[in-house]
């Protein structure tokens, strides 16, 4: 079978194991089908998901100029607290800012490769925790908008991490933690403005990935420098495809890249 199509991130399923699909504009594969089976991806251009140009792709799938104009990928994205739709002041389109920040946002405790803390959307949970890779995760508040998420994070960060080891992550070397207990501490360390939000007790979200054998090295695929490769898919894991031989390959890192997959 053949699949081919721009590359968009997996759109997941909360299942045990995690479902993981590929969507392209004409058919869609049910990734965990490839477990142990060995697949050709093969490169053949670029196509930027916001204008469709087939221009180089930047970052998170934009070429350059839309990257540098869309209000998909303002600075307040990556950094929350740099949110002012609240305010009433704009950054690249009050309008779309205003859609995506004033809206409920979790702020979170995930376990990937360590504790983090986090932000996103009420509406990505759990997919957020999914893409990251996270086995656990606990909400610490729902607050009312983006930019009171992101000051927590900010607050939050002098006790936890806020990146993940990817590699860890991937090797599945993730230092155990109580996150019930983590998440009681942070009541003493969240803003004042916050604390109203914060409810004694949360869910943890358990997560399941579908991995059939870990590596114990990693070694990432770069499909600029290598626009052919073939490999056995030994599991899924955030939006990674992890291959018998060590390569791990980030579909996130990709988007906008248009492939041909062979299974």
Not at 199 to 224: C, G, R, T
Request: net charge neutral; charged share 25%.
């Amino acid at each position: 079978m053949i699949y081919q199509g721009v590359l968009q991130k997996m759109q997941t399923e909360l299942a045990h194991p995690i479902q993981y699909y590929l969507v392209f504009e004409d058919s869609f594969l049910n990734v965990n089908q490839l477990l142990n089976k060995e697949i050709e991806i093969a490169f053949q251009g670029y196509q930027c998901l916001n204008c469709g140009e087939a221009k180089k792709i930047f970052r998170q799938g934009f070429c350059y100029d839309c990257f540098m104009t869309s209000p998909a990928v303002g600075d307040w994205i990556m950094k929350p607290e740099l949110s002012t739709a609240h305010l009433d002041i704009e950054d690249r389109d009050l309008a779309y800012e205003k859609r995506v920040q004033l809206q409920p946002h979790i702020v979170y405790l995930a376990l990937s490769s360590e504790v983090k803390v986090g932000v996103t959307r009420k509406t990505q949970v759990p997919t957020r925790w999914i893409d990251q890779g996270a086995i656990q995760a606990v909400p610490i508040v729902e607050v009312p908008n983006r930019y009171l998420a992101g000051i927590t994070e900010v607050a939050l960060k002098n006790h936890f991490a806020d990146k993940t080891s990817w590699q860890k992550m991937l090797k599945n070397e993730v230092i155990p933690a109580d996150l019930q207990a983590e998440r009681q501490k942070t009541k003493d360390w969240i803003p004042k403005e916050v604390l109203p939000y914060f409810a004694e007790q949360e869910k943890i979200y358990d997560l399941e990935f579908p991995v059939l054998h870990y590596p114990k090295k990693v070694n990432s695929l770069n499909l600029d420098k290598t626009p052919l490769y073939n490999g056995k898919v030994m599991g899924i894991k955030g939006q990674y495809l992890l291959f018998e031989d060590g390569t791990v390959f980030n579909i996130r890192s990709y988007e906008g890249y248009v492939v041909k997959m062979s299974v």
